[in-house]
Nanobody
Framework: QVQLAESGGGLVQTGGSLRLSCAAA????????MAWFRQAPGKEREFVAG????????HYAGSVKGRFTISRDNSKNTVYLQMNNLKPEDTAVYYC??????????????????WGQGTQVTVSS
């Protein structure tokens, strides 16, 4: 099992940037596909971005493509989400998730067995 802990959330103005980090502890991090999801009040949890076990492949939701960048450092057991040009509609609790996989686990949250506690991102207009 792997434990995940997010950090880096906060309050930012429209157009600003934030960098989220997710530190993993436990099993071999490079065996896990990783992803970021978010959940706004009254809405379902949605896929934001994902990265394969090696970091060679990344995937993005259409709403964040071109603004967000996911990356990972397997030597540091950490996955990152760089968020630029933030918009009020990006306001949500952001969750890091991990799935044991050969390469990529997909964008369905049901495929991810391991979750962090979440970090709040608030974008003011």
């Amino acid at each position: 099992q792997v434990q995940l802990a997010e950090s880096g959330g906060g309050l930012v103005q429209t157009g600003g940037s934030l960098r989220l980090s997710c530190a993993a502890a436990g099993r071999t991090f490079s065996n896990y596909a990783m992803a970021w999801f978010r959940q706004a009040p009254g809405k379902e949890r949605e896929f934001v971005a994902g990265i394969s076990t090696s970091g060679g492949t990344t995937h993005y939701a259409g709403s964040v493509k071109g603004r967000f960048t996911i990356s990972r450092d397997n030597s540091k057991n950490t996955v990152y989400l760089q968020m630029n040009n933030l918009k009020p509609e990006d306001t949500a609790v952001y969750y890091c998730a991990g799935a044991l996989a050969l390469q990529w686990a997909g964008s369905d949250p049901a495929q991810y067995a391991y979750w962090g506690q979440g970090t709040q991102v608030t974008v003011s207009s």
